[in-house]
């Protein structure tokens, strides 16, 4: 799944290829359930304004006073394109401007398109901005005081931190040498600030390399065609029974909270 870096990503890339100040003339719906709680016409005659992003959605504010929060969930990827460019089989929804498009790919159908006039009643219920200003290393180590989740757990929570998915959960964990399974009340400050530190350095990193895209398969993370160049950074995750790259001890695998996750059994305490 696309997670922060992955989603800012495609954002900037909108904003560059220069889709604000764009006018949707026409939509074409190729699978009416990616449109969860409005029909095509509504789109139409509106134009973009601005492109932003909170945690994992993609925010675009429009000139009717609405805003569209598009989560490309699993498989989603967007691409903005000349109206001329083939389309791709697994293009759910095109918003088509004047001469140029955007496609909204989603091989597995689980993307989806909300159109509210009250963006608060979504951006309300998610977590805080790891990298937001208001995200310190105090803050962290408060907000997981009388936590009693696992720490892995928590960290995938959009209610409580929002953006961060399962490759970056593991990441930052290893980084900050906290194992997964560590309850989040018992992390120490000093603890909390290596957990933050990581975190914000990794997202960062991330967001540089254009996100991570993992394997070849039709589903794999894209924006706007180009793939993720993060993959090469990644020290643990998806590396089961490969050495530590600090102490050399095989990396192991467990499921938490129904998650894939990494983990080095002796750096992470």
């Not at 994992?56 to 569209?68: A, C, E, M, P, R």
């Amino acid at each position: 799944m696309p997670e922060l870096p992955e989603v800012e990503t495609t954002c900037r890339d909108l904003v560059s290829g220069g889709i604000v100040g764009e006018k949707i003339v026409a939509l074409e719906v190729l699978w009416e359930p990616t449109l969860s709680n409005f029909k095509g016409e509504d789109l139409l005659n509106v134009t973009i304004t601005e492109v932003s992003r909170r945690g994992k959605f993609i925010l675009f504010s429009l000139s009717n006073g609405k805003t569209l929060f598009i989560h490309l969930r699993m498989t989603g990827s967007l691409r903005y394109t000349q109206k001329s460019a083939p389309n791709d089989p697994y293009d759910r929804v095109i918003l088509l401007f004047e001469t140029t498009k955007m496609a909204f790919r989603d091989p597995r159908k689980f993307g989806r398109m909300t159109l509210t006039a009250n963006p608060e009643l979504i951006t309300n219920k998610l977590g805080i901005e790891p990298l937001g200003d208001e995200f310190t290393p105090h803050r962290l180590h408060q907000m997981l005081q009388g936590r009693s989740k696992v720490i892995k757990t928590l960290l995938l929570d959009q209610n409580f931190i929002a953006g961060i998915g399962n490759i970056y959960a593991d990441e930052s964990l290893f980084k900050a040498q906290i194992a997964p399974l560590r309850r989040a009340e018992t992390i120490t400050l000093e603890e909390a600030k290596r957990l933050h530190s990581a975190i914000v350095s990794l997202l960062r990193a991330a967001i540089v390399n254009r996100g991570t895209s993992l394997g070849d398969g039709k589903g794999n993370y894209v924006s706007n065609g180009k793939r993720g160049e993060n993959a090469r950074e990644l020290k643990i995750f998806r590396k089961t029974g490969a050495p530590c790259p600090i102490c050399s001890t095989p990396i192991e695998k467990i499921v938490v909270g129904q998650r894939a996750t990494h983990f080095c059994p002796t750096c992470q305490k």
